[in-house]
């Protein structure tokens, strides 16, 4: 049997398949390696789980298209699916809100119908830090109400929670929904701050720090979210009716990844001066539509029920992160 990820060639799919391939999991990848940021890193991604060995298989697909899905699967055998495929991005949400409502309504739900029919061990779908919108105490927890919003993107995602929650309490179908704080470390997206200001501070340009400077982020190195992934992959929720975390009375928990820690962006910036050996050029810029001010991560309930422990402080990151993306531009030159 297979494991099914979506969005394999994205930076979380991508860390997450290498893993499942290093313990000996079967890895059906599919991902449709759209231009939202350049379709290289997502091949070179790719070839890096080819160079991983192990049984690993890749189908170039969009899954919000049903039929082409339903074509790829057809014969393959799966019995858990890791849902990491995403359109991705705030700001972006913006300026094409219909890529949205394809990939992350349409596409979602199609990965629902997926797993129903083919009564899937357990369905761990990707959500995000961003549900908590407006008006949210910290440290932000899954017990708080998370109805309001600030993008679109964020509710296309608290969307596919309640979407979930349906087809737990319908079909008794297994989930896990997780939602990841600010994810950094090899193999990101360019699209986030930290390769941007990285980037940016390579190559002598200004970083514009929005909100005047005044945010923070729950920064989560990538090998703490592949943990919490793994962790709770092997740990279907129960169709017992006792209440999960997020309030589900069906096989449905949602769970915080992160590192429980808000970090200021000046101590990110200084960071990454120190690990470039360069000082950075700050902009400061009004705070943009659709972000939130400060996340911070409340784990104590997959702290409890999986034993999950971020074990990677932001001055541990930052400069593999460095080193990391100097290196993969020296490549790509």
């Known amino acids: 049997m297979a494991i099914l990820v979506t969005g394999c060639a994205g930076f979380i799919g991508m860390h997450v398949a290498r893993a499942l391939l290093a313990r000996g999991e079967a890895v059906f990848g ?15 991604r790719l070839d890096e789980l080819r160079r991983a060995g192990g049984d690993f298989a890749f189908h170039r697909l969009d899954f919000s298209d ?41 596409g979602h739900a199609n990965i629902l119908e997926l797993g129903r029919r083919r009564q899937v061990r357990h369905l761990v779908y990707a959500s995000s830090s961003s549900v908590y919108g407006g008006g949210t105490t910290l440290p932000m927890s899954v017990d708080q109400r998370a109805d309001r919003p600030l993008s679109l993107y964020a509710a296309t995602k608290r969307a596919d929670e309640l979407m979930s929650e349906s087809y737990a309490h319908l079909f008794a179908l297994p989930q896990t929904g997780l939602r990841f704080f600010t994810v950094y470390g090899p193999w990101g997206r360019p699209d986030m ?68 820690r808000s970090e200021d962006l ?68």
């Open 30 to 44: 599919v991902d449709d390696c759209n231009s939202y940021y350049d379709p290289r890193l997502k091949e070179a």
């Open 193 to 260: 701050a930290m390769w941007l200001f990285t980037e940016a501070v390579l190559e002598g340009r200004p970083i514009r720090l929005f909100n005047e400077g005044r945010m923070r982020r729950d920064f989560t190195y990538i090998d703490d979210i592949v943990a919490g992934v793994l962790l709770t992959l092997d740990r279907p929720p129960s169709d017992d009716a006792s209440e999960k975390p997020g309030g589900s009375m069906g096989p449905h928990a949602l769970y915080n990844v992160g590192n429980h």
């Open 266 to 333: 000046g101590q990110l910036v200084s960071l990454i001066e120190a690990a470039a050996g360069r000082q950075a050029i700050v902009e400061m810029a009004a705070m943009q539509p659709g972000d939130l001010v400060d996340t911070f991560a409340d784990i104590s309930d997959i702290a409890r029920d999986t034993g999950y422990s971020p074990r990677t402080a932001l001055s541990e990151g930052v400069p593999v992160f460095v080193d990391w993306l100097k290196s993969f531009r020296a490549r790509q030159a």
């Open 66 to 106: 049903e039929s082409a899905l339903a074509a790829a699967l057809e014969g393959v055998e799966i019995d858990r699916i890791v849902h990491l495929g995403a359109q991705a991005g705030v700001r972006y949400s913006l300026e094409a809100p219909t890529a949205y409502v394809r990939s992350n309504l349409v």
